[in-house]
């Protein structure tokens, strides 16, 4: 861990956020690349992948984003410590709500009579992954704003911890990866396509990264609003968009379980490695 602190001292915010959120990418891509070797997974597995990538956005949000956020604000805002983050919360979920309105996409277990935004006559893959490209928006934004925030020197965010969120990150969206490849495999896109169209998916989020690092170091006073806002998107994705796709089979307590596990493995990484 020293050796990946100092490789990133040296680079500095926007190329170490840029590093890691190529780091989450890959392991997207990693992910959607086993539709090329394997058959369709069971529906209990993909629904256990889902509630663990749930679990880790959650526990990601709190003690990665909204904890750190409210101890810097408390330094930064005295008395009123609490307004930025609260608003910066509402704004990120305001925001994903709004896209969800307007954004023609469909959620992975869902039918294409259940798609969501604007109407339109968008075929079934390319509403997946506008689903799925939203999804990764707030994921890349939060690990570029917690690189920012931690070159920028302000209490209680740090190096390392920004490291960790990345690592995160990059477990759930191995699983991601492969929720997002098979469902398209079973629409009946080649495998090839489907490894393609599902890495794709994640390349939103190196450029959310360089965004969000570049953005917090040059205007620090935001910081705690645009880490609550990167854990009010997240933390809206999951319970609009992972849980109720886990909730719609048979297998809804595997994926609980597989959501507790997630928390606990960020959880455990937010607080035993930094």
Known sequence: ??????????????????????????????????VL??????????????????GVMM???????????????????????????VAGFAAGALFLFLMDKIIPHLHINFGKNESEGLKTDWHSTTLL????????????????????????????????????LAIGMGIQNFPEGIAVAFPLRRMGVSRRKS????????????????????????????????MCFAAGAMIYIVVEEVIPETQRDKYTDVAVMAFMAGFLIMMILDTALV
Request: negative net charge; glycine residues 8%.
């Open 59 to 85: 526990a990601a949000s709190f003690w990665s984003l909204l904890d750190p956020a409210l101890e810097m604000s408390k330094s930064i805002n005295g008395k009123s410590f609490w307004i930025m983050p």
């Open 37 to 54: 070797f394997f058959k369709q997974p069971k529906r209990s597995l993909l629904d256990a992948m889902l509630g663990f990538t749930g």
């Open 129 to 164: 992954v506008l689903a799925i490209t939203m999804h990764n928006i707030p994921e890349g934004l939060a690990v570029g704003v917690l690189f920012g925030a931690s070159f920028a020197g302000v209490e209680g965010a740090t190096i390392p911890a920004a490291i960790v």
């Open 1 to 34: 861990m020293e050796a990946i602190i100092h490789f990133c001292e040296q680079l500095g915010p926007v190329k170490s956020a840029l590093l890691a959120t190529t780091f989450t990418w890959f392991l997207t891509a990693l992910g959607a690349s086993t």
């Open 195 to 226: 490894l393609w169209i599902g890495q794709l998916s994640a390349i939103v989020e190196p450029i959310a990264g360089v965004i969000g690092a570049y953005a917090v170091f040059h205007i620090q006073p935001i910081l705690p609003f645009a």
